[in-house]
């Protein structure tokens, strides 16, 4: 594919593998654990590709409200792939980045978002970007109060300022946001950084998501005119 038209950042909305459970007769978090090895297998795609960023909406701030065994295992789940599994990642020369809150997540936890980080911090395939306890109102929200407790003045605010207040280091605008399961919303997922994306909404769930899908939706992307409001 030409990287001329192939998007710098894709963002993924990894909707459906609850559902996608059910309809095998399996247990919800059977969804859980398939999702998050497809996340893998399509960040890994997608930097063949030419993408250079993918951003994983991976949990919510809003999903502490789920059952306590189901966010048990997700934050399990994570922590699986903060320790063992970055090592792969490491491997394949994929930088991992944490954006979202500490708040309510375990010291454990946040040391091996700190360790990764830090293990991976030099590599250059692709950086993925991992939306965790994540919320987009919050984030913009934690940007405004360090602008407060900073002094800054109010004629001093533009976009470009707000910008380095975000979650992450240097992580760009997105260009393009992939959706699965159906679901034709955004979910509070990463407001600033969308203002421009251009959106891609399927039908399939995330664990059926594969590469043909992938590259279906970077064809897609490609023949779209981004006029960014000229």
Same mark, same amino acid.
């Given at each position: 594919?030409? =990287? ?13 593998? *609850? ?5 095998? %007769?399996?247990p919800?978090?059977? %969804?859980? !654990? ?24 991976i &949990? ?11 966010? !048990?295992? +997700?934050?399990?789940?994570?922590? *699986?792939?903060? $320790?063992?599994?970055?090592?792969? +990642?490491?491997? =394949? ?8 809150r500490?708040?309510?997540? !375990? ?19 692709? $950086?993925? @970007?991992? @939306? ?11 940007? &405004? ?6 002094? $800054?003045?109010?004629? =001093? #605010?533009?976009?470009?300022? #707000?910008?380095e ?16 399961? %159906? =679901?034709?919303?955004i979910?509070? &997922? ?11 909404? +399927? ?7 594969? !590469? ?16 960014? %409001?000229k």
């Amino acid at each position: 594919m030409d =990287e001329a038209i192939v998007p710098t950042h894709l963002g993924l909305i990894l909707d459906g593998n *609850r559902r996608w459970a059910k309809e095998l %007769g399996l247990p919800s978090l059977e %969804g859980h !654990s398939k999702g998050y090895d497809n996340l893998k297998d399509i960040a890994k795609a997608a930097f063949d590709r030419g993408v250079q960023y993918v951003s994983a909406y991976i &949990f919510s701030t809003e999903n502490w409200d789920r059952t306590k065994k189901e966010v !048990s295992y +997700l934050m399990s789940l994570a922590l *699986r792939m903060l $320790t063992r599994d970055v090592a792969e +990642l490491n491997k =394949e020369n994929i930088k991992l980045i944490w954006l979202g809150r500490p708040n309510n997540l !375990s010291a454990k936890l946040l040391k091996a978002i700190k360790n990764a980080e830090e293990l991976t911090k030099n590599n250059t395939r692709g $950086t993925l @970007c991992l @939306c965790f306890n994540y919320g987009g109102k919050l984030e913009l929200a934690d940007a &405004f109060k360090i602008l407060v407790e900073k002094g $800054t003045k109010p004629d =001093e #605010i533009t976009p470009d300022l #707000i910008s380095e207040y975000l979650y992450g280091d240097n992580v760009p605008a997105i260009d393009l946001v992939i959706r699965t399961s %159906g =679901e034709k919303r955004i979910s509070g &997922f990463m407001l600033w950084r969308i203002a421009y994306s251009e959106l891609e909404f +399927l039908d399939k769930y995330w664990p059926d998501f594969n !590469s043909d899908d992938l590259d279906a939706a970077l064809l897609s992307y490609s023949k779209r005119h981004r006029r960014f %409001g000229k």
